[in-house]
Nanobody
Framework: QVQLVESGGGLVQAGGSLRLSCAAS????????FAWYRQAPGKQRELVAD???????NYADSVKGRFTISRDKPKNMVYLQMNVLKREDTAVYYC?????????WGQGTQVTVSS
């Protein structure tokens, strides 16, 4: 079965950096699109960034210029490099894979940014 496993979250000071990883398994992902979402306490889940099979990317305005999404197709890995982190980036970050017939989500990884 398809599994998405996020890692790399943690506690970081404002202005710092973190790199999230999403390991995908259980299917062929070369044509899949991936995305990172986040959900802060009391808020709706929101799109952070996505990347299609051709490598095209899209970012939320709030993270443009600070976050970079990338993928390693041979390794079935997707990354989110987060720089200049702000307190408002604190959230659970989820990896999402869009395959032809279904959408899959990971379990999430907590990112906490302290001032």
């Amino acid at each position: 079965q398809v599994q998405l496993v996020e890692s790399g979250g943690g506690l970081v000071q404002a202005g710092g950096s973190l790199r999230l990883s999403c390991a995908a398994s259980g299917s062929t992902f070369s044509s899949a699109a991936f995305a990172w979402y986040r959900q802060a306490p009391g808020k709706q889940r929101e799109l952070v960034a996505d990347i299609n099979s051709a490598g095209g990317t899209n970012y939320a305005d709030s993270v443009k210029g600070r976050f970079t999404i990338s993928r390693d197709k041979p390794k079935n890995m997707v990354y989110l490099q987060m720089n200049v982190l702000k307190r408002e980036d604190t959230a659970v970050y989820y990896c999402k894979a869009v395959l032809p017939r279904y959408v899959y989500w990971g379990q999430g990884t907590q990112v906490t940014v302290s001032s």
